[in-house]
């Protein structure tokens, strides 16, 4: 069989595509990539339940010893630690493994992004999906939802639309400030260790009341690394104590917007410093 | 500033109305942080601050017309990859104009992504552990392409490419050979304008190269395609290209045809004689006449435009007998190496 050559002419078979469908497509992309493996799926998500379980069991047992930390139960701390967890789940699940950044750009592969009709972020973002990342995501959510039904909390469509928008919101913050130090790789930092250092502020601190902490480290959870507003305001609202903060009221009440504010200065700031994108030179 | 484009643009338009990239007075700097070496020299790297500029590409102009397919060559360091990523809106020039098929790449680098189509040897832009098959239906997609173009694409490169032995296998097992077949599929696939090939043949067996050869002739020619190929391979731009720029320091030396480049910078031929048994070599006695003498064969180079063949041949014939003779054209390796060498550079 032979088949008739092709005259291309002059106009080209691509056309640009809302930014939202070219993230679904690329988002399907790095999830069949991972789904390849599919011996793996169970065993990969299970190892997430269960790095994520090690964890939440760390906290249960400090927190059964002293029966409340800072004035709060164990299930409302439980609370606090459902809701990071959910919201860290929901990012890591959409945004693959943007900490690569670094290496993508010294092997030369971020060219390539820039050569296709997509967002760069987009295709950085949707890189890889990693499996483990699902049991994150679940891990949080039975967290939350064992919590949610324990503490002394009015439940009715306010709280719920309030506790769901800042979970999402949670999840952007996130998001965000790994974006924005992510961005300073295109300077040739190296971002590994300030990337690192966020996730760990946010794995260790994230899942207490930050009222624990001296005034200055609270300070800096709330106005540097905006961590108070991913879990802990949220809970304090829910759970009735958003009156006494070291904050005013309004801002523990505003927090569900700080995510998609947050996100709106990542998009900045990463445009910014794409601007100074060197490529690798061979 | 629109309107300044406009009037650029029109101008460009008119100065040559086939042209697809115009490039004029392009120059790309790359700053690097200066190393201090010595005592403390990461530390005192660090604080001071201080950087060294390098010039990658310094004051380059050339325009490539629909349909050209251009070698562009130079050293190691020449400033070949630099130019490219520049056309492809991968990197920003510090300064000079730069349009492909009407658009500034680097200020709208997504529009200008569905004009060309990239290909770097040693990288590839498919899907590591997706089969062939589905990187070109998530290209499909990615570009919204028709599903009867798409289909009618793939079809006809998996003839030319021979893809068919491996489109149902992952990538990341792919040889190098068959990855780039690979590429070359996908970056045509949305049917881009120009493609664009930074050393696609490197590191490839013969038959790998053949086939890719194949390809971009048959891109060139059938579907009209306009290429632009660094390549170290110079068999590949004897079989491919009608045009060649060599750059060296960020600057063009030479563009023209690969003949013209021939007889400009090599002005000698040279004359291959070989002796009957038992025969001595005597020599000429022309001046101008370098002769080299090993064991099978004497070899007299001479500068056509100084000395005739015919001359050359009856002052040989007068004094030896022979069992062949041969005049050999200079090949194209053996040119671009004496002007790297020339250069300063080989
Ligand atoms: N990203 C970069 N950062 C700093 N210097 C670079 C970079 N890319 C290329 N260079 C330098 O610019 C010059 C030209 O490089 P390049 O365009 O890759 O050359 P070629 O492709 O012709 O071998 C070289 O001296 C190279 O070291
Ligand atoms: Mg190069």
Redesign the interface.
Known sequence: MTTEPRDFGREPAGRLIPWWRSYLVLLGAAWRSQFQYRANLFIMILSGVAWQGVGFAFIWVVVAKFGTIGGWSLSEIAFIYGIRLTAHGLFVVVSGRIFVLDTVIQEGEFDRYLVRPAGALAQLWNRQFYLPHLGDLLSGLVILIAAATEIPADWNVLTVGFLLLAVLSGGMIEGALQVIAASFAFRTMNTRQIRGMMDDIFSNFGGYPITIFPIAIRLILTFVIPLAFVAFFPSAVLTGRSGGLYVPEWLALMSPLAGPLLVLLAREVWRSQLKHYKSSGS | MTGLMAYVGARLEVVDPLGIIHVSELVKD?RRPKRIKGALGGLRTLVTRESVIKRAVDGIDFTVD?GEFLGYLGP?GAGK?TTI?MM?????PTSGKIEVAGIVPWRE???N????G?V?G??S?L????PLR?SLQ?IG??????PA??R??V??F??LLDLDPFFDT?VRQLSLGQRVRGDLAAAM?????ILFLDEPTIGLDVVAKERIRGFLS?LNR????TVVLTTHDLDDVERLCRRIILIDGGKVTYDGDVESLKSRFVQQRRLVVKLAAGVEWRGVGIPGVAESIGDEAVELAFDPAEIQVSELITAVLADHQLTDVAIVEPELENVVHRIYASAGMA
């Not at chain 2, 992504?113 to 060309?116: R, S, T």
């Not at chain 2, 997609?141 to 028709?146: G, R, W």
């Not at chain 2, 059938?222 to 395609?225: D, L, R, S, Y």
């Open positions: 790359f629909e190691n990859s990523k492809t809106g991968i990197l920003q680098r997504q529009r992504a569905l004009n060309i990239v770097f040693q990288k832009q899907w590591w552990d997706l589905e998530i997609k990615l570009y919204a392409i028709d173009r798409h009618a694409n079809d006809w998996v003839e992952p696939l949305p049917e881009p304008r048959a059938e579907a009209g395609t």
